[in-house]
């Protein structure tokens, strides 16, 4: 008998319970068999939901292990095509201030006909002063035509095949340039040196010349245009005895790292020397 | 074999051509199919060098504004120069690729200034040979340590080359 009466008076009292809490959340608003069964069931529950995430995480690690390793080599693959998108994006970047600076050149002289030209090649030979550029005889290249960039004076065609040119570079020694120096107007002629060097010579000894002057073309001898900036002078070299002063200049451009140049299409080098033959004939 | 290093001297030249365009060393750029050639001979021996050389110099003086012929003479003549290296004397000589590429490259370049001057260009040979000539051998030597390395370690796993016996 005892037996059978046991779950009765357990359900007896759980409903007793339930129906006193009820009436104690109906009246007031503390709940004290509520709070007592909280006290009771916190433990539990922080116990059961600690399990659970454990459970949750380690189910959640296994299943996205795969996941990972694909997203990880997703964002590889991201990562080096950000890479390469900055590379790019730098390179458009020298690229169009490059292409800036010979616009703004090209528009400062609205009357010249300028051709712009890449930089493909340099003489292998480390005693010549040549570059090799990306157009030729089809686009209107002819010789002795000046090269120019946005800075000054690079150089002259020196040779045209169909499809290249090269050009002789005024730093190379077997060039020569008839200048004059831009604040005192005296003449003289820039040679090139060893060691991409440019050195002035001819220069009369009553002709003032002073570190810092910048030298430009003269245009006498009818093979260049008039203007165009060469060099800055360095250094004088001053001698008494000597007839002649002569400076050492820095190009206006520095053709190690030229990757465009302009050449002036619409410039007829004159030759003075076939003129003067012509002439005596 | 001999095919293949004409090939290969060719391409050499073609990339010394392409790396003088953006690699320049106190205002030179290496003697790349004169540094390959130099240890080759000193490998190989100067016949298969020498094939290499002729290729290399003349890929270029294809690309050079200077007499066709130049370089590849002066190639030559620099490969002929380190074959003195291939004596057995001297074989064991650990600083022998290096003192043979400072030796080649002053052979390479009196061969190349002697052709300049011969074009008619003016060449103050002082300053040449402070901006030039030395600048080129200190840059050479500096190249020929990664080049015989390299050298060494192709020419390691290919058959004997035929005996020369300086004829």
Known sequence: ?281 | MLTVLAIAGTIAGMVQSALALGVRVVGVHPDLVMIAAVSWCLLRGRREALVFAAFGGLALDMQSAGPLGLLTLATVAATLAASIGEINVFRTVASLPYVTIVTATAVYYLIVIMGVRLMGRPLALGPLLATTVAPAMALNLVCMLPAYWLARRFSGGLAPSSADWGA
């Open chain 1, 1 to 281: 008998m005892k037996k059978q009466r046991g779950p009765a008076v357990a359900l007896i009292a759980v409903l007793a319970l339930v129906l006193a809490s009820l009436v104690l959340d109906s009246i007031q608003a503390s709940n004290p068999i509520r709070d007592a069964f909280s006290y009771v069931a916190a433990p539990v529950q922080y116990g059961v939901a600690a399990v659970e995430r454990a459970a949750s995480s380690l189910s959640e690690r296994v299943r996205s292990r795969n996941a990972l390793v694909e997203e990880n080599r997703a964002l590889r693959e991201e990562n080096d095509e950000l890479r390469k998108q900055i590379v790019l994006l730098h390179e458009a970047e020298i690229e169009n201030e490059s292409l800036r600076r010979l616009l703004e050149f090209k528009q400062a002289a609205p009357t010249q006909q300028l051709l712009a030209a890449e930089v493909i090649g340099r003489d292998p030979n480390n005693l010549l002063g040549y570059l090799v550029v990306d157009r030729g005889r089809n686009d209107g290249i002819e010789v002795n035509m000046p090269v120019l960039a946005a800075d000054g004076l690079v150089g002259r065609i020196s040779a045209v095949t169909d499809n290249s040119a090269t050009v002789l570079l005024i730093t190379d020694p077997s060039s020569s340039v008839s200048v004059l120096v831009q604040r005192s107007r005296a003449t003289g002629v820039v040679q090139g040196a060893q060691g991409h060097r440019l050195v002035l010579r001819y220069v009369t000894q009553d002709s003032s010349i002073e570190r810092g002057d910048i030298v430009i073309t003269s245009g006498l001898g009818g093979n260049l245009p008039t203007r165009l900036v060469i060099g800055q002078v360095v250094e004088v070299l001053q001698s008494e005895a000597s007839m002649f002063k002569e400076a050492v200049l820095v190009p206006a451009v520095s053709a190690a790292d030229l990757e465009r140049v302009l050449i002036l299409l619409n410039f007829t080098p004159v030759d003075v020397a076939a003129d003067m033959r012509a002439a005596q004939e």
